[in-house]
Nanobody
């Protein structure tokens, strides 16, 4: 399984940016997908997750109401729409695949995910 994240860049505070993560393989539609981020000098942290069928979404408190996760199983792609960006959102953003099919347990924990994309840098200027 390969995950390819894209869409990062430089944006001013208050602006918007959309990330995409394309997955290889034929089982994408059976896994919960997540987005995490890692700022310089900090640990990787949970941002958002979406179940395999898109029925449920989960967000970190810091992004709830500003970010939206979605997916298109027909395209093997998960998205993260980021609005009202703040300088503290600056980080490398990673997409990841849950390690268990048809499961949404412990979606906020990095060790729950077994495949990771390479990351895409988001920089928010003040």
């Amino acid at each position: 399984v390969q995950l390819q994240a894209s869409g990062g860049g430089l944006v001013q505070a208050g602006g918007s940016l959309g990330l995409s993560c394309a997955a290889s393989g034929r089982t994408f539609s059976t896994y919960t997908m997540g987005w995490f981020r890692q700022a310089p000098g900090k640990e990787r942290e949970f941002v958002a997750a979406i179940t395999w069928d898109g029925a449920r979404t989960y967000y970190a408190d810091s992004v709830r109401g500003r970010f939206a996760i979605s997916r298109e199983n027909a395209k093997n792609t998960v998205y993260l729409q980021m609005n009202s960006l703040k300088p503290e959102d600056t980080a490398v953003y990673y997409c990841a695949r849950h390690n268990t099919r048809f499961s949404s347990w412990s979606v906020t924990t990095t060790t729950t995910y077994d495949y990771w994309g390479q990351g895409t840098l988001v920089t928010v200027s003040s």
